[in-house]
């Protein structure tokens, strides 16, 4: 799941230094012994606390204060009465920083881990992570409710004995359909494809794809003139096309997976990989698609699409955010009107089926320290507790109720100025906005968000489940396969993105090329596939 949701892929970290945030207030303000009202009735926050929080973002910086800077975390740490130290990480740094701190016992008091099941046992097995209180999931009922959303909270509890980490839920208060698709959605222009003769569909086949990317670089509706490359997209996203025909390609999940004779299979080597190689090969020579899309970083491929108007097609979020940060840029950049130019298009396998491994439905786990004192412990528990309540979550994502939202019966009213984002104008990210279930849960209610985006965000991840079977698009993902560890599997590891993109703009023949690959790598993959069917 690593760079997963989100939302949270898209944005840039400042790295390196930490921020010791300012003295907070010690006691003035903070909520007593049966101040306030709701959740913080009869409780007592009068003593002071500072604790240390290490996160990956996106967008720790040096000039924000998460303590005292702004109207909403003074609000937070004074009802709460703590000072947090943050401790910021990149996505590069992330897992192998906090690796090590974890196994020197050097661990902040609180923080995201990158969760990997088998590390996770050994640092549960050895003590360098804090266990839980027994009784916590009575004495923290919120808290404990949204953790469960997230399947691998019991099976851990089980499998250590006892809680040590508390995954954080993609979706738990709204979630859209039973089968979780991850995000990647194909953005086209209509008005391109209107000029060129070419019908959208609501969900298209990859050779549709290309097709629609054919006729529209011959017509050029757009102008953009005899390098017109119509599909711009780095290669992250690019390989999308590869899960789109092989959901177990390997792209933001597992690459092997159970076939229908009960074997398990590497997806790489699948006759589905060839299919879509082939496809994408002799579109990438026939100059559909950018000649150096391996070279592209987030976000040019975007800025290419809504910036420069040059690319007629990009894969990115589905996601309400997304729409209208590519609404918003249209009519700045370019003048258009969105709803008159783009379309969300679901991507279809050559089969006519969606394609996608299940989402496990978390995304980082929060975890302590063992040198953590129980004090810290419960104060951080029970603010993890209150973000995951209705009236916490409303805080969160629509900021101050009364000032920036109100409710009208049950509907959200958002207060905020037209283009006015709620995470600019506060220090939200990253330290509260995930603090446990992830802003991806809110899309479908937030105010701050066209309710046309907000549908069709839904509508998407329906559409997806209803274009799949069971075998295209399982239910729940092969927890053989998520929990695998071993040191064969760590040395298969690659980055399936990169080396599907090789192979993409590889001269010669993409089948002798594929073969060949598939025979050199087949020495790391077949230990793998042999533990797993022994299991």
Known sequence: MKKLTLITAIFVLAAGLVFAGGGGDKGGGSRASGAGEGWFAGRNFSKHLDI????????????????????????????????????????????ERLRIWINSGDAPEMFVYDYNHGEAQNYAEQGLVKKLPGDWKTKYPNLARAAADAPLSAMTEKAFGGTYFLFRPIYSNNRPTDKLSPHASLYLRKDW??????QIKSAMKISEILDYARKVKAADPGKVGPNFTPIVVRTG???????????????????????????YRWAGADQSTLQTLRLLSAAYREGLIDREFYTIQDPDDLGAFYTSGRSAA???????????????????????????????????????YYHAAPLTNFWGAMAFSPKISNEKLDRALQMLDY????????????????????????????????GE?????????????????????????????????????????VLRANSSTSQTFPAEPDWNVVLHSSRALNLASMVMADEYAALVIKPGDPEANWRTWVNEKMPLIQPVLDELNAK
């Open 421 to 461: 984002s709620l995470w600019d104008k506060y220090a939200l990210l990253p330290v509260y906005v995930n603090m446990l279930i992830l802003s991806d849960d809110f899309q479908f209610r937030d105010p701050n968000y066209k309710a046309v985006f907000r549908n069709k965000t839904k509508e998407n991840y």
């Open 237 to 263: 996203n690019f390989s999308y096309f590869f899960h789109y025909n092989n959901g177990f390609a390997g792209i933001n999940g597992p690459t092997y997976y159970k076939g229908s004779d009960g074997k």
């Open 52 to 95: 240390e929080f290490a996160s990956p973002g996106p967008g720790i910086d040096e000039g924000k204060d998460y303590n005292n800077g702004d109207d909403w975390v003074k609000k937070w740490t004074r009802n709460f009465n703590i000072t947090f130290n943050i401790t910021p990480f990149t996505w590069e740094n992330w897992a």
């Open 314 to 352: 990009i894969i990115t979020d589905g996601m309400a955010w997304r729409m209208t940060e590519v609404e918003q840029h249209f009519k700045a950049d370019l003048g258009l009107n969105y709803e008159d130019v783009v379309e969300v298009v679901t991507v279809l396998g050559e089969d006519g």
């Open 193 to 198: 494809a209107k000029a060129a003769g070419v």
């Open 387 to 418: 973000s995951c309540t209705e009236e916490g979550q409303l805080e969160i994502r629509c900021g101050i109720k009364g000032v920036d939202w109100e409710l009208n019966g049950t509907e959200i009213v958002s207060h905020l100025k037209s």
